[in-house]
């Protein structure tokens, strides 16, 4: 079977005049870390690039690589920063609060190692659903309910044959990496509740494009949201969003809440208010699209530069943490062990494997302390605040931090 296909319809609309605007070249998975006997073993890599679609306005990859191909074995766990934590904690809480009573059911897609649903044990009958077995484990250990296997139509049906119909459902930064959009309505229209809710939090494609965030570009996330496309989806299978909030995380995400048409809860302004919005900035496309493009590259020419400066001054640079978008952000640069001898990072199933594509291996924060370097090219600048605070000793003693986006600077 072929293992990446190109896309010539939009996901939403089935449109096809996709234009492309942002190229950053073949690469492999971003999450598809080495172990040291691989490291000299070729590895395949797949087209990245974005396209726009002028009827819908969804923003999306040109290629995708089968789900089998990304998702079989995942290295992201939620649960590792305390922001996101405390994120989803209060997530878990506002639904709990608003939607489920004691014997409601909660679905999550995408459940990774149950950090939000771990937080409504005890208050409401809960279940994770994620195709990676390794964090689905972690789950079960966790003592959330976990089903190891992608979210469909029949999945749901017997979902709802053993359980019954869900009160609410949730996805969180996992639609964004569904390639069948429509299996996944098809799946929520036969498993919510008639008076049931749906919550999906993921990137806000405005703040992609506002913040330069490019680096959030890989293979696993297929598409970039707006409210405008997401109303477009919904209609066709007799769904409406009802209200939207917007969140700093991810560097700037929407939380969407949806229900059958015509359902209980009232259309608030904040729906109409973000689409005006998505129209307003869309009267600028492409222009707008084209120079997000160009700052791209500025500002990879900026980062290569600063970094190569920083070792003629006889600086040692390293990296600091190894989530997906340093993977991008690594190859789209062009750095290698030559640049960046290691990065750190805290997840342990991560330490002691190497970066795909440029073979940066991946120490732990406790080596990274204890070796000192001069600098650290933040890759998860998401988390600044969280990691600058966390590692305050190490600046103290001169050390300094690079962070990539949405500028280069040095702090």
Not at 227 to 245: C, M, N, S, Y
Not at 309 to 324: C, D, F, S
């Amino acid at each position: 079977m072929q293992s990446s296909s190109r896309m010539d319809r939009c996901r939403i609309c089935g449109g096809t005049d996709l234009a492309l605007f942002l190229d950053l070249g073949a690469m492999p998975p971003a999450n598809a870390l080495l172990k040291p006997e691989e490291i000299d073993l070729p590895e395949a890599r797949y087209p990245l690039a974005l396209c726009h679609c002028p009827k819908c306005h969804l923003v999306q990859l040109t290629y995708k690589v089968r789900a089998e191909v990304l998702f079989h074995n995942y290295f992201y766990f939620s649960s590792v920063s305390q922001r996101m934590t405390q994120h989803f904690a209060g997530v878990a809480n506002d639904i709990a609060t608003r939607f489920v009573t004691s014997n409601g059911l909660v679905v999550e897609i995408g459940s990774n190692d149950g950090i939000l649903l771990r937080s409504l044990l005890g208050r409401c009958r809960i279940l994770g659903i994620d195709p990676a077995r390794n964090v689905v484990e972690h789950a079960i250990a966790n003592g959330v309910p976990s089903i190891a296997a992608f979210f469909t139509e029949a999945l749901a049906v017997e979902i709802r044959k053993q359980q019954g119909p869900a009160a609410a459902l949730l996805a969180n930064n996992v639609l964004a990496h569904i390639d069948d959009l429509d299996e996944v309505m098809r799946g929520v229209h036969q498993l919510l509740a008639d008076d049931g809710v749906m919550v999906m939090e993921f990137p806000y494609v405005e703040d992609f494009l506002d913040h330069l965030e490019f680096d959030t570009v890989y293979h696993e996330h297929l598409s970039y949201f707006g409210v405008r496309p997401l109303t477009h989806l919904f209609a066709r299978f007799g769904f409406e969003i009802f209200d939207v909030q917007r969140q700093s995380v991810h560097g700037g995400s929407i939380r969407i809440f949806g229900q059958r048409h015509g359902a209980s809860h009232p259309i608030q302004p904040s729906v109409q208010e973000l689409i005006e919005l998505e129209m307003l900035r869309s009267e600028r496309e492409p222009d707008r699209l084209i120079r997000f493009a160009c700052d791209v590259v500025m500002l990879r020419n900026e980062l290569r530069g600063l970094v190569a400066e920083l070792q003629r001054a006889g600086k040692k640079v390293v990296g600091y943490t190894a989530p997906a978008k340093g993977v991008v952000l690594l190859n789209y640069c062009g750095f290698g062990p030559l640049d960046l001898e290691y990065t750190a990072d805290a997840t342990p199933a991560k330490q002691g494997l190497y970066c795909p594509g440029v073979r940066i291996p991946i120490r732990s924060p406790e080596y990274f302390r204890q070796d000192h370097p001069d600098y650290a090219l933040l890759f998860a600048w998401n988390h600044k605040d969280e990691i600058l605070e966390k590692e305050k000793a190490y600046r103290q003693s001169g050390g300094k931090f690079i962070l990539p986006i949405p500028r280069v600077q040095v702090v």
